[in-house]
Nanobody, 123 residues
Framework: VQLQASGGGLVQAGESLRLSCAAS????????MGWFRQAPGKEREFVTA????????YYADSVKSRFTISRDISVNTVYLRMNSLKPEDTAVYYC?????????????????WGQGTLVTVSS
C-alpha cells in the first residue's frame, strides 16, 4: 500500500483544515487507517484512527471533539477534518495503515506510512 497525504498549510488559530490521504492498491479496506503527527523536537504521536469498515474511531484526548476522521472506500481515501485549530496542533501529519483487525495507537505497529504534510497554526 502506498499512501499520499495532502492538505496541509498555514492557518490561523481557530480555523479549519482537511487533510486527505490517498491509498493505492485494492486492499485499502483491509487496513485500519491512522493519523499521527510530529512536532519539531518531539516524538511522533497518535492523533486518531478508523477501523476497516469506518464504523469505529478513536481519538487522542488532545484532539477529541475538534478532529474527525473518516474514510471513503470508493476512492481509497481517508480524511482528517481539523476544526478549532490551535498553535499546539502545529506538526507534520502522517497517515498510516495497519493490517490489524482492531485500532491500535502505537506508531511502531503500523505497516505503511505516507510522506507527511505540514500543518502550521499561527496564534
Amino acid at each position: 500500500v502506498q499512501l499520499q497525504a495532502s492538505g496541509g498549510g498555514l492557518v490561523q488559530a481557530g480555523e479549519s483544515l482537511r487533510l486527505s490521504c490517498a491509498a493505492s492498491g485494492r486492499t485499502f479496506s483491509s487496513y485500519v487507517m491512522g493519523w499521527f503527527r510530529q512536532a519539531p523536537g518531539k516524538e511522533r504521536e497518535f492523533v486518531t484512527a478508523i477501523s476497516r469498515s469506518g464504523g469505529r474511531t478513536y481519538y487522542a484526548d488532545s484532539v477529541k471533539s475538534r478532529f474527525t476522521i473518516s474514510r471513503d472506500i470508493s476512492v481509497n481515501t481517508v480524511y482528517l477534518r481539523m476544526n478549532s485549530l490551535k498553535p499546539e496542533d502545529t506538526a507534520v501529519y502522517y497517515c498510516a495503515a495497519d493490517h490489524s483487525t482492531y485500532i491500535r495507537t502505537h506508531a511502531s505497529l503500523y505497516d505503511y506510512w505516507g510522506q507527511g504534510t505540514l500543518v502550521t497554526v499561527s496564534s
